[in-house]
């Protein structure tokens, strides 16, 4: 062990051996060539068509990731968002409570740095992962230096006493005294600080304290906080020297990467760095990486094994191993148990049940869906995500949300049935019909090359189904602009999940029912909705709706590109050719119709913007525990 490594006793923190034995698919994969490898653990991937065995040991846990990307895998780097997390997802499938956060962190940071992808332009939607260097350099690894990550660290179980962190950690003023003891509280020298400190690969948001460095180029005014730069201009995507150059240039984009050369000792680093070869700077670099990745480290009984990275256990309450970060808009039952891979023991498969079948059947039928995802959204929008909807009518005369107006056009019960029977063969009782609605409809949209969202399941299913619940909550196609926000505030949506969950009408059908009255008779004498674009409305009565009787005839919702999940739909909003009065009513509202044109411009990420609100959409009113049950067949209640 390093002298002044501050690691907690107990369990000796090992080199790359510490799961070998109780976690062995952890690390030592031997890597797969990408081409015709045929897909098992995709849904812990995150991408549909990375076509690996087990994506996330082989291409992340060895050392050949960087060959395998390198052959015509550039596309998988894109599967990298909120990594840590579908790392843990992975490993707590196959070895449940052994393997930490920590650690997952540790390693993918080291083999981001390894790995190098091709031919991926920068994707702003990585805003929140395990490592700045990954995230800000422009959504690439950078072919960096390889360094060992011991492993067995814990995490903390409290976050009690950091002032003293925060102080040193957010200051960005000159180098002095007190950071110079504080590098030396924590094992680290002015070498490691010059060598960890190469921005060489960053980018970085502009904000007030440091824009006026950069006024005359990418940061315009003092209060720009959204306009990111890059740290090393011209090689932010290699891993070199360029850094240090700059710095010497006095081209430091940073007070702190300036204040490196204001100290005798740290200027004579970086002019030794700069004398030497970029083989020596790896070798230093990654020297203090596993320095640094030694500090205070928690082994043994300190700290704990957390089951989600995000969500600390209290051992004695009763809140312990629950989704406790959901946020406080949505509804989530009492006593909850929503989380990701809940299944992983008493039905590992299921995940993978449920898209296979999906990636099996949706490319005969990619109208399916935009059906499916319909479904889902008018299920959540009614007493929660809890397969309500699929119920059927029973001889009690009570009339199920299937019979509601807005549901009667709904169709694809069947493929739901299907997959459910699937499940059932493999665990009988285990899958419920909500978590097999929420997985399909999700897979559907990514096997039609839609975005990705992660599906936390564990969901039980309704028992009771009422069509005039249905009738009251599901927003009509008919909506104005003040219904559709009071029907989605209801739900703990707001207005940005309104204008990009509407954005699934991309892919959308509908029935000339829907919207006639728009072309023979908005106000009741028989006109047209001035608001629909005059030629569209045309089009429309000629070749598609010939009379306002017509409930028979389908309507792509954004013709011309129905299959494909793209901005489509927006554009047609602008030109006022959106086929429902609420579609046209998104442009009736400063803030929907400023957003969409955002997500036109691309300062917001339709796609990424999408799966956050899918998400969210996912736990409204969620049944866990002891509420409802987990029907055997979805369209009955059990007996």
Known sequence: MSKGMNVSPGKEHGILSVYSSLCSRTQGFVPLDCEGAKSDVLAVFWCSWSQLKDPIAELVFTRGAARMLEKDCARLCMCLRSLSESLYIFILQHCPGVVSCADVLALVARDAIVSHCKGLEHDPSLNSSFLSWWVEGGGRAARGPFWKVPTGRRERDNFKNLRGLEQHTTSNQQLHQSTKTFLLTQGLNLKDLVAISAHTILTQHLDSEYAPISRQGSCRSLNDNTTIAEMDPGSFRTFDLSYYRLLLKRRGLFQSDSALTTNSTTLSLVNRLLRGSLENFFAEFAKSMEKMGRIN????????????????????????????????????????????????????????????????????????????????????????????????????????????????????????????????????????????????????????????????????????SRSSEALNNIPPPTSNFTNLQRLFANQGLNLKDL???????????????SFSNRLYNFTG???????????????????????????????????????????????????????????????????????????????????????????????????????????????????
């Open 297 to 464: 480290v928690k082994t043994g009984t300190v700290g704990e094994i957390r089951k989600q990275c995000a969500v600390i256990v209290e051992p004695n309450s009763s809140k312990a191993n629950t989704a406790t970060s959901l946020e406080p808009a949505l509804l989530v039952g009492q006593g909850s148990k929503h989380e990701w891979f809940f299944y992983s023991r008493s039905c590992p498969n299921a995940e993978k049940i449920v898209q296979d079948y999906v990636n099996r059947h949706i490319h005969n039928a990619p109208s399916v869906a935009a059906t499916i995802i319909r479904m889902h959204f008018h299920d959540c929008f009614v007493r929660g995500c809890d397969a309500s909807l699929l119920l059927n009518t029973t001889s009690s005369g009570n009339q199920t949300e299937k019979l509601a107006t807005p549901n009667l056009t709904l169709r694809q019960f069947d493929f739901i049935d299907r997959v459910k029977s699937l499940l059932e063969a493999a665990c009988p009782g285990v899958v419920s019909c909500a978590d097999v609605l929420a997985l399909v409809a999700r897979d559907a949209i990514v096997a039609t090359g839609g975005p990705f969202w992660k599906v936390p399941t564990g969901r039980r299913d309704g028992t009771i």
């Open 499 to 513: 204008v990009v969950l509407s954005g699934a009408h991309t892919i959308g059908i509908a029935h000339c029912q």
């Open 525 to 639: 004498i028989g006109d047209e909705d001035p608001a629909l674009d005059s030629e569209y409305a045309a089009n429309l009565k000629a070749r598609k709706c010939k009379s306002i009787s017509d409930n028979t005839t389908i309507v792509e919702m954004d013709p011309g590109s129905r299959k494909t999940f793209d901005l489509s739909y927006y554009k047609l909003l602008l030109k006022r050719r959106g086929l429902f009065q609420s579609d046209a009513s998104l442009t009736t509202n400063s803030n929907t119709s400023s957003m969409i044109r955002q997500i036109l411009q691309g300062s917001i990420d339709f796609r990424s913007e999408f799966s956050k609100s899918m998400e969210k959409m996912g736990r409204i009113r969620v049944k866990t525990g002891s509420n409802g049950e987990i029907r055997r067949q979805c369209a009955l209640v059990n007996s």
